[in-house]
């Protein structure tokens, strides 16, 4: 009992108390950034499309909200140089409806991001998920997403994926 007095003092007698000593910025703990979720999970992707054979082009596909970090411009531009030497497509498929500022709880999708990176390493960005229409049967066609996730071509990389009304 007389050890709980001690933390609970130790814990709200200084919490209104104004101390002349200048508290550090930096946590003690070691922290990890919040950007890092993001980073390492298309790391981990990269480090997995590694066991393709060897003449194949590879790709990663986030299905996703939208709401991701932005990471700091010396991890971004290392993730990125990565994916570009590996020749690999990364592409994003935001399933979330769009942004309402009363329902966001502060959390707004990143589309300027994910458009960036899918167009820098010649992927797609799908900013929401388009219906397909069935075709007949045995009539095989290319939908939005076989364009979009699995063709390649230099206009990707310029225009994008443009999705139809």
Same mark, same amino acid.
């Given at each position: 009992?007389?050890?709980?007095?001690?933390?609970?003092?130790?814990?709200?007698?200084?919490?209104?108390?104004?101390?002349?000593?200048?508290?550090?910025?930096?946590?003690?703990?070691?922290?990890?950034?919040?950007?890092?979720?993001?980073? %390492?999970?298309?790391?981990?992707?990269?480090?997995?499309?590694?066991?393709?054979?060897?003449?194949?082009?590879?790709?990663?596909?986030?299905?996703?909200?939208?709401?991701?970090?932005?990471?700091?411009?010396?991890?971004?531009?290392?993730?990125?140089?990565?994916?570009?030497?590996?020749?690999?497509?990364?592409?994003?498929?935001?399933?979330?409806?769009?942004?309402?500022?009363?329902?966001?709880?502060?959390?707004?999708? %990143?589309?300027?991001?994910?458009?960036?990176?899918? @167009?820098?390493?010649?992927?797609?960005? @799908?900013?929401?998920?388009?219906?397909?229409?069935?075709?007949?049967?045995? @009539?095989?066609?290319?939908?939005?997403?076989?364009?979009?996730?699995?063709?390649?071509?230099?206009?990707?990389? @310029?225009?994008?994926?443009?999705?139809?009304?």
């Amino acid at each position: 009992l007389e050890t709980i007095k001690i933390q609970q003092e130790r814990i709200m007698g200084a919490l209104f108390e104004e101390s002349m000593t200048s508290v550090p910025l930096v946590p003690s703990i070691p922290m990890a950034a919040p950007d890092t979720g993001f980073v %390492n999970m298309i790391q981990t992707g990269m480090l997995a499309l590694q066991l393709l054979p060897e003449h194949s082009s590879g790709g990663l596909i986030v299905i996703t909200d939208g709401v991701i970090n932005i990471p700091d411009i010396n991890t971004l531009d290392t993730l990125l140089n990565h994916l570009r030497t590996k020749t690999t497509c990364l592409s994003f498929l935001q399933v979330s409806s769009s942004y309402h500022p009363h329902t966001g709880l502060g959390y707004c999708p %990143n589309n300027e991001l994910m458009e960036f990176m899918s @167009l820098a390493t010649s992927g797609a960005y @799908l900013p929401r998920a388009p219906e397909i229409e069935p075709s007949e049967p045995y @009539l095989y066609e290319m939908n939005i997403y076989h364009e979009a996730f699995l063709a390649w071509s230099f206009r990707k990389c @310029l225009e994008g994926v443009k999705l139809s009304q």
